[in-house]
């Protein structure tokens, strides 16, 4: 089977992820999925609660990233008092927690320090693990009884060169604290396959979107911080009995990372080598807004100051070694007894489930409370940092149950992994429009310090769910929709009337309009029309204008568009069954055709062509008894060979069409023509909808590269050594200007092109896709097409494509006030000049991506407004304006912006902006870039918005704690970083895809959803609470689903019961289980309904039909599951999240120093 689609895979919604220890992750906010978090981003809302971290090494504070003398700070929250980078109200503590314990006093274990965590920053030391520790190896056997140490994996950091050996060396290994791939264990696959199975994706490879942007709290359980920690350890030490060690190597480096220096101190003064110290538990973070946490007590600072002396500390619970613990120790360390790490990784008494965490889940290690033993030397705990899940989970807990109400100017929304309902009271849904920011910056200057993009990600024809109401028409008659006589902007809520109500002041450029006679009003003693509420234009965000003939082509009203299916009849299509599969499917679904609301029927025709090297038109004329074949071999010269018949109404043709859908395979059942034409099939469209004076989408169904003799010819230029080259970006690239100039003759009549390729090897996906891409159609893949296994996808997605609203001949421009511009635009879609934006097609999934830059100074008084208007024709042949308003905050503070960022929009930017960079630069150079954006933003708040502290801690905006592990998902991906078996056309196709996804696609895409499906509840229709996206999460006796909108992988541990895979798969034992069902057996029991009906679930939530991968653990197709595990390390080289949190403390120390 092969993995057609693209190898990230998003993150899961709702589950802990582990994250790069030590480092915060940002949270995406995204569409919610019922129940799930979704992986799209949200925003950020504050600092997570406390994150364990590490113990480090002597005269290394936990706080301190770093190892810096003076007293310890470990995370502490700038914020104590409330400080101005403090975001967001202080969590309420929870009930249960405990009062703060003096400093320095030490607590009870199994208690929690209290620490204040201020919504404000994190400041997460990140301590600089002593010494670089080796995790085990990826794909480390389960062992039944040991509960897999998440953390004290071996050390994620990349040592360069052997390990040191003494730990003044690791000390100053660590200080220079380079992202290097250590030898973790197995290698980690390299790349995603979009295509086959057996290719592995880089195990960290994708980003995932899903963190919510709110920052979740750690658990209450965690213990005491350690007052200091001493480093120095051992260095590669036995983990835990039963774990076996992964053999140390000097790791690779990591590419883009520069080996530390080989002695580098840090801080005044490197550290000495100390004998190991405990290490120090995890702190809690704040728990979200609103949202307690059991255990410690909520508000904490994000940092935890004063930690208790190590002696209160409970130690960990046996789990590999890290490093960078207390001395000596024995190689291996008995488990403390009834311990279990604490979801957020603190170590203290067993909390109750988490939000997230179903309950310690086996690959996590024990710590125990009791202090005894000094527990091994540990890494960077995965706990400690910034986790999606949690930030996911607690922004649901707080934003979820209330409608969001968008009366109010610049209101972050809550995150895209949120469920929740809108009620329009003046600014467009953040179902139409999320920002990157909803405070921008009052002048250019501090827009540049900051390095925040501003940015929209702009869906205009959304789908909404149906509780919410759609945009309401308004028809103003013949005098058209009334604007702005300057700008030309719609009437909309933000305008001011004046005079009694006889002219309008323009909300964009001030100019003064006088009123239509028909349009005039009364104003009321607040100076609004009487009308405002009786007037959608006037209150509410969104609506549509009906338009009158002067924006239609021509000055005449649009024709209805047409349908036209172009199905390839060459040797490959026919054999594997597809062609007779496609006009099978046709027969029913063209009674499915999109029409207007009320409308009986359909408006739109429908046409049919066949090809391969040579193309055949069909007359479906009602009036003949049969189908008439007219064959056009002049491929060069095309041209339509007939007017009338071609294009027919379904219901008048019916018979005829269902004698011609029945009669194609078997006239081209003994074909032996192997090639095919391409070029000239999108001609004909293009053609029949210019003789038929309409618009219209294409259809096409291919399997093979256009090698025949015809125009767009092209040849197998594939070539993988160009990869890590200057010339890799040729391999974007299309191979020829013919396709440009295709789209763009295809953009000015409206045509839009669909295309459905079934490839079994190389197929130039960069050439072939830039019709769709630039006509605004979408790309579908199915590698080594096999109708037993892929059949069910390609027709939910047929299907799908066919139904779904479409707008047709569409231009969209996005207007803004005084102050700010749009200057960038990403997406599907043709630009003829630099504002408008013009769509042959444009789908509800499809977005428009805007970035904004100053022209001027903005105030803080009248914020910022944006309005974006499309023009298109619906898919009755009416012809409308869609319009959507937003308003934002301006700041002269840089708090206030960082304090109303949404993470999971700006991951949305930076992936669409990198995607695009590869086309015109090194691979490399984007990946540089992209990291050195992050640490500029994340440095300047560092620098302006935090209380002051020691340069060792990394602090983090609360709203952006998910920055770092989302950001290192994008890098991971398969376009950024791909693995051996990421085919060139994989690539090609995932860089077009995610290029017009939405936040929530692209937050589950970078950051897959994992859910535990022995967890779920088969009583209720909920999904089990995600976990995060690390193999340390996963345990042999469970089974996990994890999804990231174009896959759905199924993994099976080893030890899962009998009973359990007999409810699942109807067979016996584990051996049975075949991995080539591309659907699970329907049986009659409650697991498998539960089971059938999450996947059901999360199949309707996704814009495409996600395909069924069942993975057996230690089968070859693990490599490809471990791919989508993305805060561990990959394959191809991409770090873990640990690691890579490290490597941008590293990078932000740099730019402050």
Same mark, same amino acid.
């Given at each position: 089977?092969?993995?057609?689609?693209?190898?990230?895979?998003?993150?899961?919604?709702?589950?802990?992820?582990?994250?790069?220890?030590?480092?915060?992750?940002?949270?995406?906010?995204?569409?919610?999925?019922?129940?799930?978090?979704?992986?799209?981003?949200?925003?950020?809302?504050?600092?997570?609660?406390?994150?364990?971290?590490?113990?480090?090494?002597?005269?290394?504070?936990?706080?301190?990233?770093?190892?810096?003398?003076?007293?310890?700070?470990?995370?502490?929250?700038?914020?104590?008092?409330?400080? #101005?980078?403090?975001?967001?109200?202080?969590?309420?503590?929870?009930?249960?927690?405990?009062?703060?314990?003096?400093?320095?006093?030490?607590?009870?274990?199994?208690?929690?320090?209290?620490?204040?965590?201020?919504?404000?920053?994190?400041?997460?030391?990140?301590?600089?693990?002593?010494?670089?520790?080796?995790?085990?190896? =990826?794909?480390?056997?389960?062992?039944?009884?040991?509960?897999?140490?998440?953390?004290?994996?071996?050390?994620?950091?990349?040592?360069?060169?052997?390990?040191?050996?003494?730990?003044?060396?690791?000390?100053?290994?660590? $200080?220079?604290? *380079?992202?290097?791939?250590?030898?973790?264990?197995?290698?980690?696959?390299?790349?995603?396959?979009?295509?086959?199975?057996?290719?592995?994706?880089?195990?960290?490879?994708?980003?995932?979107? *899903?963190?919510?942007?709110?920052?979740?709290?750690?658990?209450?359980?965690?213990?005491?911080?350690?007052?200091?920690?001493?480093?120095?350890?051992?260095?590669?030490?036995?983990?835990?009995?039963?774990?076996?060690?992964? =053999?140390?190597?000097?790791?690779?480096?990591?590419?883009?990372?520069?080996?530390?220096?080989?002695?580098?101190?840090?801080?005044?003064?490197?550290?000495?080598?100390?004998?190991?110290?405990?290490?120090?538990? *995890?702190?809690?973070?704040?728990?979200?807004?609103?949202?307690?946490?059991?255990?410690?007590?909520?508000?904490?600072?994000?940092?935890?100051?004063?930690?208790?002396?190590?002696?209160?500390?409970?130690?960990?619970?046996?789990? #590999?070694?890290?490093?960078?613990?207390?001395?000596?120790?024995?190689?291996?360390?008995?488990?403390?007894?009834?311990?279990?790490?604490?979801?957020?990784?603190?170590?203290?008494?067993?909390?109750?489930?988490?939000?997230?965490?179903?309950?310690?889940?086996?690959?996590?290690?024990?710590?125990?409370?009791?202090?005894?033993?000094?527990?091994?030397?540990?890494?960077?705990?995965?706990?400690?940092?910034?986790?999606?899940?949690?930030?996911?989970?607690?922004?649901?807990?707080?934003?979820?149950?209330?409608?969001?109400?968008?009366?109010?100017?610049?209101?972050?929304?809550?995150?895209?992994?949120?469920?929740?309902?809108?009620?329009?009271?003046?600014?467009?849904?953040?179902?139409?429009?999320?920002?990157?920011?909803?405070?921008?910056?009052?002048?250019?200057?501090?827009?540049?310090?900051?390095?925040?993009?501003?940015?929209?990600?702009?869906?205009?024809?959304?789908?909404?769910?149906?509780?919410?109401?759609?945009?309401?028409?308004?028809?103003?008659?013949?005098?058209?929709?009334?604007?702005?006589?300057?700008?030309?902007?719609?009437?909309?809520?933000?305008?001011?009337?004046?005079?009694?109500?006889?002219?309008?002041?323009?909300?964009?450029?001030?100019?003064?309009?006088?009123?239509?006679?028909?349009?005039?009003?009364?104003?009321?003693?607040?100076?609004?029309?009487?009308?405002?509420?009786?007037?959608?234009?006037?209150?509410?965000?969104?609506?549509?204008?009906?338009?009158?003939?002067?924006?239609?082509?021509?000055?005449?009203?649009?024709?209805?568009?047409?349908?036209?299916?172009?199905?390839?009849?060459?040797?490959?299509?026919?054999?594997?069954?597809?062609?007779?599969?496609?006009?099978?499917?046709?027969?029913?679904?063209?009674?499915?055709?999109?029409?207007?609301?009320?409308?009986?029927?359909?408006?739109?025709?429908?046409?049919?062509?066949?090809?391969?090297?040579?193309?055949?038109?069909?007359?479906?004329?009602?009036?003949?008894?049969?189908?008439?074949?007219?064959?056009?071999?002049?491929?060069?010269?095309?041209?339509? #060979?007939?007017?009338?018949?071609?294009?027919?109404?379904?219901?008048?043709?019916?018979?005829?069409?269902?004698?011609?859908?029945?009669?194609?395979?078997?006239?081209?059942?003994?074909?032996?023509?192997?090639?095919?034409?391409? $070029?000239?099939?999108?001609?004909?469209?293009?053609?029949?909808?210019?003789?038929?004076?309409?618009?219209?989408?294409?259809?096409?169904?291919?399997?093979?590269?256009?090698?025949?003799?015809?125009?767009?010819?092209?040849?197998?230029?594939?070539?993988?050594?160009?990869?890590?080259?200057?010339?890799?970006?040729?391999?974007?690239?299309?191979?020829?200007?013919?396709?440009?100039?295709?789209?763009?003759?295809?953009?000015?009549?409206?045509?839009?092109?669909?295309?459905?390729?079934?490839?079994?090897?190389?197929?130039?996906?960069?050439?072939?896709?830039?019709?769709?891409?630039?006509?605004?159609?979408?790309?579908?893949?199915?590698?080594?097409?096999?109708?037993?296994?892929?059949?069910?996808?390609?027709?939910?997605?047929?299907?799908?494509?066919?139904?779904?609203?479409?707008?047709?001949?569409?231009?969209?421009?996005?207007?803004?006030?005084?102050?700010?511009?749009?200057?960038?635009?990403?997406?599907?879609?043709?630009?003829?000049?630099?504002?408008?934006?013009?769509?042959?097609?444009?789908?509800?999934?499809?977005?428009? *991506?805007?970035?904004?830059?100053?022209?001027?100074?903005?105030?803080?008084?009248?914020?910022?407004?944006?309005?974006?208007?499309?023009?298109?024709?619906?898919? $009755?042949?009416?012809?409308?304006?869609?319009?959507?308003?937003?308003?934002?905050?301006?700041?002269?503070?840089?708090?206030?912006?960082?304090?109303?960022?949404?993470?999971?929009?700006?991951?949305?930017?930076?992936?669409?902006?990198?995607?695009?960079?590869?086309?015109?630069?090194?691979?490399?150079?984007?990946?540089?870039?992209?990291?050195?954006?992050?640490?500029?933003?994340?440095?300047?708040?560092?620098?302006?918005?935090?209380?002051?502290?020691?340069?060792?801690?990394?602090?983090?905006?609360?709203?952006?704690?998910?920055?770092?592990?989302?950001?290192?998902?994008?890098?991971?991906?398969?376009?950024?970083?791909?693995?051996?078996?990421?085919?060139?056309?994989?690539?090609?196709?995932?860089?077009?895809?995610?290029?017009?996804?939405?936040?929530?696609?692209?937050?589950?895409?970078?950051?897959?959803?994992?859910?535990?499906?022995?967890?779920?509840?088969?009583?209720?229709?909920?999904?089990?609470?995600?976990?995060?996206?690390?193999?340390?999460?996963?345990?042999?006796?469970?089974?996990?689903?994890?999804?990231?909108?174009?896959?759905?992988?199924?993994?099976?541990?080893?030890?899962?019961?009998?009973?359990?895979?007999?409810?699942?798969?109807?067979?016996?034992?584990?051996?049975?289980?075949?991995?080539?069902?591309?659907?699970?057996?329907?049986?009659?029991?409650?697991?498998?309904?539960?089971?059938?009906?999450?996947?059901?679930?999360?199949?309707?939530?996704?814009?495409?039909?996600?395909?069924?991968?069942?993975?057996?653990?230690?089968?070859?197709?693990?490599?490809?599951?471990?791919?989508?595990?993305?805060?561990?390390?990959?394959?191809?080289?991409?770090?873990?999240?640990?690691?890579?949190?490290?490597?941008?403390?590293?990078?932000?120390?740099?730019?402050?120093?």
């Amino acid at each position: 089977m092969s993995v057609n689609q693209q190898a990230h895979a998003g993150p899961p919604y709702g589950q802990p992820q582990p994250g790069y220890q030590g480092y915060q992750q940002p949270a995406y906010g995204g569409q919610p999925l019922p129940g799930v978090p979704q992986s799209q981003y949200g925003a950020y809302n504050g600092p997570m609660p406390g994150y364990q971290q590490p113990v480090p090494p002597q005269g290394y504070f936990p706080s301190l990233g770093f190892p810096s003398k003076g007293s310890p700070v470990s995370l502490n929250s700038d914020t104590s008092s409330l400080a #101005p980078n403090f975001i967001g109200s202080l969590r309420a503590p929870p009930t249960s927690g405990a009062p703060p314990p003096a400093s320095g006093a030490s607590l009870p274990s199994g208690h929690l320090a209290y620490s204040q965590f201020g919504h404000g920053d994190v400041q997460n030391g990140i301590p600089a693990s002593a010494a670089p520790m080796q995790r085990p190896p =990826a794909s480390q056997p389960f062992l039944p009884g040991s509960a897999p140490t998440p953390v004290s994996q071996t050390s994620t950091f990349q040592q360069y060169g052997p390990p040191p050996a003494s730990v003044q060396q690791l000390s100053n290994h660590m $200080a220079g604290m *380079t992202i290097g791939n250590t030898a973790a264990s197995a290698p980690p696959p390299a790349g995603l396959g979009y295509g086959s199975p057996t290719s592995v994706p880089p195990v960290s490879g994708s980003f995932s979107a *899903t963190g919510s942007g709110l920052y979740t709290p750690y658990t209450a359980s965690q213990g005491p911080p350690p007052t200091s920690v001493s480093q120095g350890l051992p260095l590669a030490q036995s983990p835990f009995p039963g774990q076996p060690v992964s =053999a140390q190597r000097p790791p690779a480096q990591v590419p883009g990372f520069a080996p530390p220096p080989s002695s580098t101190g840090i801080g005044p003064s490197s550290y000495p080598p100390t004998t190991g110290a405990p290490r120090p538990p *995890t702190m809690p973070g704040p728990p979200l807004p609103g949202q307690t946490v059991a255990g410690p007590p909520t508000s904490q600072p994000n940092h935890i100051s004063s930690p208790p002396p190590p002696s209160a500390m409970s130690g960990p619970h046996p789990g #590999p070694p890290m490093s960078g613990l207390h001395g000596p120790l024995p190689p291996t360390h008995p488990p403390q007894p009834g311990y279990q790490m604490q979801q957020n990784g603190s170590f203290g008494q067993v909390r109750g489930p988490q939000p997230n965490y179903g309950g310690a889940y086996p690959g996590t290690p024990n710590y125990g409370s009791q202090p005894g033993p000094p527990p091994p030397p540990k890494r960077l705990d995965p706990d400690s940092i910034p986790s999606p899940i949690q930030v996911i989970e607690d922004d649901r807990s707080n934003r979820g149950s209330e409608p969001f109400v968008t009366g109010v100017r610049g209101q972050v929304p809550p995150l895209v992994t949120t469920n929740f309902l809108v009620k329009d009271q003046g600014n467009a849904s953040p179902r139409y429009i999320r920002c990157t920011s909803y405070n921008i910056p009052c002048t250019s200057d501090m827009a540049k310090q900051s390095q925040v993009p501003l940015a929209a990600v702009i869906k205009p024809l959304a789908t909404l769910p149906p509780e919410e109401t759609l945009p309401y028409l308004v028809d103003h008659g013949e005098s058209g929709p009334v604007r702005c006589n300057r700008c030309k902007a719609y009437m909309c809520p933000f305008m001011q009337f004046i005079e009694g109500g006889r002219r309008f002041q323009c909300c964009f450029c001030s100019c003064v309009t006088e009123v239509p006679p028909h349009y005039f009003q009364h104003l009321d003693h607040t100076g609004k029309r009487v009308d405002f509420y009786d007037r959608p234009e006037l209150s509410l965000g969104s609506y549509e204008f009906l338009a009158t003939v002067d924006y239609c082509k021509n000055n005449k009203f649009p024709s209805p568009p047409a349908f036209i299916f172009m199905i390839d009849v060459s040797y490959n299509a026919v054999k594997s069954g597809l062609v007779r599969l496609i006009c099978e499917e046709l027969k029913s679904l063209l009674d499915y055709l999109p029409r207007e609301g009320n409308m009986e029927e359909s408006a739109i025709r429908v046409g049919f062509v066949t090809y391969n090297k040579v193309l055949h038109f069909y007359n479906v004329k009602s009036s003949l008894a049969q189908p008439q074949m007219m064959v056009v071999s002049d491929v060069a010269d095309m041209f339509v #060979p007939l007017l009338d018949g071609f294009l027919v109404n379904v219901n008048e043709s019916r018979t005829v069409i269902a004698s011609l859908l029945d009669q194609i395979p078997e006239m081209f059942a003994d074909t032996r023509e192997t090639e095919t034409v391409f $070029a000239p099939v999108i001609q004909a469209g293009l053609e029949a909808l210019k003789e038929a004076e309409c618009a219209g989408k294409l259809f096409i169904f291919h399997t093979s590269l256009p090698i025949a003799e015809a125009p767009g010819k092209l040849k197998n230029r594939d070539d993988k050594k160009l990869i890590n080259t200057d010339k890799e970006k040729t391999l974007f690239q299309p191979q020829t200007s013919f396709y440009n100039n295709l789209a763009k003759d295809c953009v000015a009549q409206g045509c839009c092109v669909d295309l459905f390729l079934f490839p079994n090897q190389y197929l130039d996906v960069a050439t072939l896709g830039v019709v769709p891409y630039q006509t605004g159609g979408s790309i579908y893949k199915y590698a080594y097409f096999q109708l037993e296994t892929d059949q069910d996808r390609f027709l939910n997605d047929l299907r799908r494509d066919v139904q779904k609203e479409v707008g047709f001949d569409a231009v969209m421009r996005v207007r803004t006030s005084t102050g700010i511009r749009a200057t960038d635009f990403f997406g599907a879609f043709y630009m003829s000049n630099t504002t408008d934006v013009e769509m042959a097609g444009l789908d509800c999934d499809k977005t428009i *991506t805007v970035e904004f830059k100053h022209d001027d100074k903005l105030s803080e008084d009248t914020g910022a407004l944006l309005q974006c208007a499309l023009l298109y024709t619906s898919c $009755a042949g009416q012809r409308r304006l869609r319009i959507h308003n937003l308003s934002l905050n301006c700041c002269t503070q840089l708090a206030d912006l960082y304090r109303n960022c949404e993470t999971d929009t700006l991951i949305n930017y930076l992936a669409k902006y990198a995607y695009r960079g590869v086309l015109s630069s090194p691979v490399k150079t984007v990946r540089d870039a992209l990291i050195n954006q992050c640490a500029q933003i994340l440095a300047c708040y560092r620098k302006n918005c935090a209380s002051p502290s020691s340069a060792g801690q990394l602090i983090l905006p609360e709203c952006m704690k998910l920055l770092p592990v989302y950001l290192n998902c994008v890098l991971k991906s398969d376009v950024l970083q791909p693995g051996p078996e990421v085919t060139t056309d994989d690539r090609a196709y995932v860089r077009q895809l995610v290029t017009s996804m939405d936040v929530a696609e692209t937050n589950v895409f970078f950051y897959p959803r994992l859910l535990p499906l022995t967890k779920a509840d088969v009583d209720s229709d909920s999904l089990p609470a995600a976990i995060r996206n690390s193999e340390e999460r996963l345990s042999k006796g469970d089974i996990y689903l994890l999804e990231n909108g174009l896959n759905i992988f199924v993994w099976v541990g080893v030890n899962v019961q009998q009973g359990l895979i007999q409810s699942l798969f109807g067979v016996s034992s584990f051996s049975q289980i075949s991995n080539s069902l591309s659907t699970l057996p329907v049986l009659e029991n409650p697991f498998s309904k539960k089971v059938r009906s999450m996947i059901d679930m999360l199949q309707v939530q996704r814009s495409r039909y996600m395909k069924l991968i069942i993975v057996k653990q230690e089968d070859k197709l693990e490599m490809l599951f471990k791919h989508f595990l993305v805060e561990d390390k990959s394959l191809s080289g991409g770090a873990s999240y640990v690691d890579f949190l490290c490597h941008m403390h590293k990078e932000i120390r740099q730019l402050l120093s």
